[in-house]
């Protein structure tokens, strides 16, 4: 089955062997450009300063764009799509399923075979760029707020990876022709990682409710605590605990100078208040999210095993 | 000696349609035996169950005596299967096809499959895209022979090709299975192709099977009786009437089983397999309740 899959599938293994070393070129060559920053100490360059000469622009340029940081959350759902959906699809599309399944293997040996060998270098593939990733990250260290780049993380990309080729593979099972087994694919990559980023992520744990007298306490958000998710927007809270907007809170408070105000909304029992979840939890919620991803996988290849054993055909 | 095929009360159904229903068939040992019918008969349907690829709605088959649904473990590995359009890789080249055939399969026998290839001069190296239907064809045979199968299914091997290929593969068919006793159920709707091959005919029409039996026997049970115009309702004693055509003088009878006495003005002529299969094809009415071969046994 080795040959077999390799044989069929080395189209997609060249691609993959591309995109990884593209991705990994890029992260390790900008990582190193980071290192060794252009501008001299003192100068107000910005956040990131990178020598002008044309490599210093290339890096310039691979950061303007993120392209290491969009392909790394696109990746996962092109290989879902290109490699995952066809891999049962095609056979069935083609009528080679009839081929393939009358001869001396098992339906259950070959798919398992198909996965392990679809699976194992695809996940080397992503922890290698992920891994790669932390460390550009960290080469940005002028943005140190680890949750900007949330999705971009190792453990996050792994499991996309995984669950993208699940979905892949299950679709392409279940429908049986590749092209829309690849739209649903990616539909459903797209929607399921945004779902969990916008609408589930910041409940994985109870929020931690950040309350001060100083209004400027915050700062954006920064003030508090840097590495802390800071989610929806400060509000304001009269002393009997009811949120009021930021005009009433000021009319309360009457005048007075900046340097007063925390005094003034003291006495007033004015508070600003914002929910944030702290970065010490970054990783928690990592694995947390990472957790859901490969469960969803684990329910799709089952569902994926058993269309090709019992179903299909 | 367990039966190759059994199928009993045998049904599929795809939605509401039946594509098989309540076929059953015995399918002898060690004979090259043809599934014959029109299109969307349920050839494919049965040799698809037989081969373990779908699941019946209703009865069972069973290969060797079990199930190919539950027992692929045991079954795979003996019974080769040639599905429709001769399905394969098309980027694999004819060696890749043949290695794929060796990693797949225990019994797998590389000297039969390129000795025959190399007689039939197919290049090794070239790829299956670019086979003509004939090679192809040959290719997809010579992979299942090297299964070295008990049992080999073969959907419609022929429809696509040229008389001369047709030809060629039938001939490399018999050869092959002659050798080892193989046996083979066929599918095919060229009736012409398969008289010199098979000698078992199955003839299924619109999901049912209409006649099951030994080729000579069933030769030998069926006569064509042309005389003067009889009324169309009339029945000769002692046979069954397949088919019935009448034109303003003369009466064509296709009939089952022997006229002791024919009456006078009357001929009697023995049917050719086609003319046999043409007449059940043409009634499916005919044949479905009593089945030939127990009248001829």
Not at chain 1, 2 to 16: A, C, D, F, S, Y
Not at chain 1, 129 to 139: N, P, Q, T
Not at chain 1, 207 to 218: A, E, G, T
Not at chain 1, 219 to 247: M, V
Request: hydrophobic letters at 45%.
């Amino acid at each position: 089955m080795l040959w077999i899959t390799w044989r069929q599938h080395r189209v997609e293994g060249v691609w993959v062997l591309i995109a990884t070393t593209l991705m990994s070129a890029a992260a390790i060559f900008v990582t190193y450009k980071l290192g060794h920053p252009g501008c001299p100490a003192g100068i107000p360059g910005g956040d990131i300063c990178l020598q002008a000469d044309p490599a210093g622009t290339v890096a310039q340029w691979i950061l303007r764009v993120n392209l290491v940081n969009y392909g790394i959350v696109i990746l996962p759902a092109l290989a879902g799509a290109f490699i995952g959906a066809p891999l049962v699809a095609r056979e069935i599309e083609n009528g080679t399923h009839r081929l393939a399944w009358t001869q001396g293997v098992t339906r259950v040996r070959w798919i398992f075979a198909k996965l392990s060998l679809l699976f194992v270098p695809l996940l080397a593939a992503s922890a290698v760029v992920g891994v790669l990733e932390v460390f550009l990250i960290d080469a940005m260290g002028s943005q140190p707020n680890h949750w900007n780049w949330f999705d971009q993380q190792a453990p996050l990309t792994v499991a996309a990876t995984v669950f993208a080729l699940a979905l892949g593979v299950a679709a392409g099972a279940m429908i049986g022709r590749s092209i829309p087994a690849m739209a649903v694919t990616l539909v459903g990559v797209v929607a399921t990682r945004f779902t969990l980023a916008v609408f589930v992520r910041a409940h994985y744990m109870n929020p931690i409710l950040f309350s001060s007298h100083d209004p400027f306490s915050l700062n954006g958000s920064l003030g508090a605590d840097p590495s802390a998710w800071w989610l929806d927007q400060p509000s304001y809270q009269d002393a009997a605990g009811h949120t009021i907007g930021q005009l009433e809170a000021l009319r309360i408070t009457g005048g007075g100078s900046p340097t007063d105000l925390p005094t003034y909304w003291k006495d007033h029992g004015i508070s600003i208040v914002q929910y944030y979840q702290p970065g010490d939890r970054f990783w928690t919620f990592q694995t947390i999210e990472s957790g859901i991803l490969l469960a969803l996988a684990i329910v799709l290849l089952g569902l994926a095993i058993y269309w090709v054993t019992r179903r299909v055909s | 000696m367990i039966a190759p095929i059994e199928a009993t009360g045998l049904g599929k159904r795809y939605g509401k349609t039946w594509a098989l229903q309540n076929c059953s068939i015995r399918v002898p040992v060690g004979r090259i035996a043809a599934l014959v019918g029109p299109n969307g008969a349920g050839k494919t349907t049965f040799l698809h169950l037989a081969a373990g690829l779908i699941r019946p709605t209703t009865g069972e088959v069973r290969v060797f005596g079990r199930t190919p649904q539950e027992h692929r473990l045991l079954l795979l590995d003996r019974v080769g299967f040639v599905a429709q359009d001769t399905p394969m890789y098309s980027q694999f080249t004819v060696a890749d096809m043949m290695r794929f055939g060796r990693e797949l399969n225990l019994r797998w026998d590389q000297k039969v499959v390129e000795t025959k290839l190399r007689s039939l001069n197919i290049p090794f190296d070239r790829e299956i895209a670019k086979l003509s239907g004939g090679m192809r064809s040959q290719v997809a045979l010579a992979l299942a022979l090297g299964k070295n199968p008990e049992l080999l299914l073969l959907d419609e091997p022929v429809a696509r090709l040229d008389p001369l290929a047709r030809r060629e593969f039938m001939q490399g068919l018999t050869e092959a299975v002659a050798e080892n006793g193989t046996s083979v159920l066929l599918s095919s709707h060229l009736v012409a192709d398969l008289e010199r091959v098979c000698d078992y005919l199955i003839i299924i029409n619109g999901g049912r099977v209409q006649v099951a039996g030994d080729i000579d026997d069933l030769l030998a049970a069926h006569r064509l009786l042309v005389g003067p115009r009889i009324h169309e309702d009339t029945r000769p004693p002692g046979v069954e009437v397949v088919r019935a055509q009448h034109t303003e003088r003369q009466s064509s009878l296709w009939v089952r089983g022997k006229v002791s006495v024919l009456p006078a003005g009357w001929r009697e002529e023995t049917l050719p397999l086609e003319e046999l299969v043409i007449a059940y094809l043409s009634a499916p009415a005919a044949g479905t309740l009593a089945k030939p071969q127990l009248e001829v046994a």
